[in-house]
T-cell receptor
Framework: GAVVSQHPSWVICKSGTSVKIECRSL??????MFWYRQFPKQSLMLMATSNEGSKATYEQGVEKDKFLINHASLTLSTLTVTSAHPEDSSFYIC?????????FGPGTRLLVL | AQKVTQAQTEISVVEKEDVTLDCVYE???????LFWYKQPPSGELVFLIR??????QNEISGRYSWNFQKSTSSFNFTITASQVVDSAVYFCALSRAGGGFKTIFGAGTRLFVKA
């Protein structure tokens, strides 16, 4: 139980394009999902908290117009990196909360050329 | 403010050695949760354990054991008879109780287990 999927697992795009990443809780409903970013050999950096049916809460320093989050259902949250630039290249990880524990997706590696 | 400190950046051991990963936390909450996650080279974080702040019993799961001591605000993780497959980054984390609260992660400890 408590399986979280992410799609795509890998994405390479040109600078200026937008990229959408999906996060799904497969066997449970999650009112809260989280989006993280992780640079090589570093810890997870929380970007935003996504609540179903309401606006996401962004961490300080994270541009909400750059990283659009939509949590339209209890099993799906999406992160859209708008007008991606090379500095947005990173490993993006989502998690979904179930009974006070976060379960993580496998992550999405984004490379912006 | 909440904080998690994993002072050990990297640890290297030889297979079959025991290894302890340290975790020290700070919080003003009386009710909170502590976690350990494993991140193998594939990148996916694997949940290992959750411990409630009111439960100081140590836990053992196979070769893994955890020592929670509120008096020293520590939640250490020991791997007994380490194996090459244990090589990964291990994160200690802390969250407030109540669900939906963000989890604060430590910097992680990278464990290398050599054959």
């Amino acid at each position: 139980g408590a399986v979280v999927s992410q799609h795509p697992s890998w994405v390479i795009c040109k600078s200026g394009t937008s990229v959408k990443i999906e996060c799904r809780s497969l066997d449970f409903q999650a009112t809260t999902m989280f989006w993280y970013r992780q640079f090589p050999k570093q810890s997870l950096m929380l970007m935003a908290t996504s609540n179903e049916g309401s606006k996401a809460t962004y961490e300080q320093g994270v541009e909400k117009d750059k990283f659009l989050i939509n949590h339209a259902s209890l099993t799906l949250s999406t992160l859209t990196v708008t007008s991606a630039h090379p500095e947005d290249s990173s490993f993006y990880i989502c998690s979904a909360s179930l009974r006070e524990t976060q379960y993580f997706g496998p992550g999405t590696r984004l490379l912006v050329l | 403010a909440q904080k998690v400190t994993q002072a050990q950046t990297e640890i290297s051991v030889v297979e079959k050695e025991d290894v302890t990963l340290d975790c020290v936390y700070e919080t003003r909450d009386t009710t909170y949760y502590l976690f350990w996650y494993k991140q193998p080279p594939s990148g996916e974080l694997v949940f290992l354990i959750r411990r409630n702040s009111f439960d100081e019993q140590n836990e053992i799961s196979g070769r893994y054991s955890w020592n929670f001591q509120k008096s020293t605000s520590s939640f250490n993780f020991t791997i007994t008879a380490s194996q090459v497959v244990d090589s990964a980054v291990y994160f200690c984390a802390l969250s407030r109780a109540g669900g939906g609260f963000k989890t604060i992660f430590g910097a992680g400890t990278r464990l290398f287990v050599k054959a």
